[in-house]
């Protein structure tokens, strides 16, 4: 990146697969704006709903292997939704402590009991499921989007089997980057969701375009058109977008070679980062490595002195994380080479000599 005429080398997108400034996305925009023209001038229900779109949420529902995709102007919207079409007044949302600030709010806005569990904790969830009021609906991260810890899927569809909720997951963070063909958390567990299971991704992550989805089977996506008021009350994303996005979608399903180029980048980091003294690497297998320090201020310290040395990697501090755990949030895209990895823990290693 350029800032302020200065160069830096990113490791804070979340462009993991290198997408967003693929020649082929482009291409396929470019061709996208020359049929459809620029925007899409009306909410799906109305005319707003183009070929590309509709394509588009048939191609997703395809690689997912549901019934159906739904798209959303961006995955902040497709989480207010998603929640607030299936759960109201009267009902309990169980939600993760540590899940992405949009899955809180959706369950806010909803008006149904926010009821949030210890971070991965399925004793914690169950206890609170005995005793929920109304529909139940189960709402996580599959990938923390600021720890890179993944959800125990598993458990999580045992206990949404149990006590009949619904159970909704984010993939803003999995989706493009786990499981073959980039198919997401549930496909890396080994796991096929159930009729009761809804799955989120936004496209302006891995797919490295704009928008969102949400996959599932036909009937809770019948809910949705019917009722997601972000869905409704919204103009369409623009064609060309739908577009660019059909043409990432083939390279997320086609080219594994991106996924094993961020697993070879995360496996050597891990390595490097637990030879420095002082870091320790969190448990995360995925592109998300942060870098727990504490203090917000020395993050921020730190964030500054890696910008000095050339880098972009932010301090996450509280509310966006939890009190007394501000971090450097370090994230991986396969288009870093072995020499920008070099020079970040090179950098690392500076920051320890000087305390
Ligand atoms: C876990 C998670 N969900 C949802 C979103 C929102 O997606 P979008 O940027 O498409 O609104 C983000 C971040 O942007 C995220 O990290």
Not at 27 to 50: C, E, K, P, S, W
Not at 95 to 122: F, I, K, P
Not at 243 to 261: C, K, P, W, Y
């Amino acid at each position: 990146m350029r800032i302020d005429g200065e160069e830096r080398l990113a490791f804070c997108s979340n462009d993991y697969l290198g997408l967003a400034n693929d020649p082929r996305l482009a291409a396929a925009m470019h061709r996208g704006v020359d049929d459809y023209g620029v925007g899409a001038g009306a909410a799906h229900l109305i005319n707003g709903h183009f070929t590309p779109h509709q394509r588009l949420e048939e191609e997703l529902a395809d690689w997912l292997g549901v019934d159906a995709a739904r798209l959303f102007s961006t995955g902040y919207m497709a989480n207010l939704g998603v929640v607030g079409a299936l759960v109201g007044r009267g009902d309990t949302v169980l939600a993760d402590r540590l899940n992405h600030a949009s899955l809180v709010d959706a369950a806010q806005l909803s008006g149904a009991r926010l009821s949030r569990y210890r971070h991965n904790d399925m004793a914690d969830l169950e206890r609170r499921l005995a005793t929920a009021r109304g529909e139940r609906l189960i709402l996580t991260d599959g990938v923390f989007s600021m720890d890179g810890d993944v959800a125990p899927l598993a458990e999580l569809v045992a206990l949404a089997d149990r006590f009949d909720a619904w159970l909704v997951v984010d993939e803003a963070h999995a989706f493009g980057v786990l499981g073959h063909q980039g198919r997401g958390s549930f496909e890396a567990a080994g796991i096929v969701p159930g009729e009761r299971v809804l799955r989120v991704g936004t496209l302006g992550k891995a797919f490295g375009t704009a928008g969102a989805f949400v996959a599932g089977a036909a009937e809770p996506l019948e809910v949705l058109l019917q009722r997601a008021r972000t869905y409704l009350f919204t103009t369409a994303q623009p064609p060309a977008v739908a577009e660019a996005s059909r043409a990432a979608l083939a390279i997320v399903r086609d080219e594994d070679g991106r996924r094993q180029r961020l697993e070879a980048l995360i496996r050597t980091f891990r390595e490097g980062v637990a030879a420095l003294a002082g870091f320790e690497p969190m448990p995360s297998s995925t592109p998300i490595q942060p870098l727990v320090v504490g203090d917000s201020d020395r993050a921020l310290a730190l964030a500054e002195q890696l910008a000095g040395q050339g880098l972009m990697v932010p301090a996450i501090r509280p509310p966006t994380v939890p009190r007394g755990s501000a971090r450097l949030r370090i994230t991986f895209s396969a288009v870093h080479t072995d020499e920008h990895l070099a020079s970040l823990l090179a950098a690392l290693d500076t920051l320890q000599a000087g305390g």
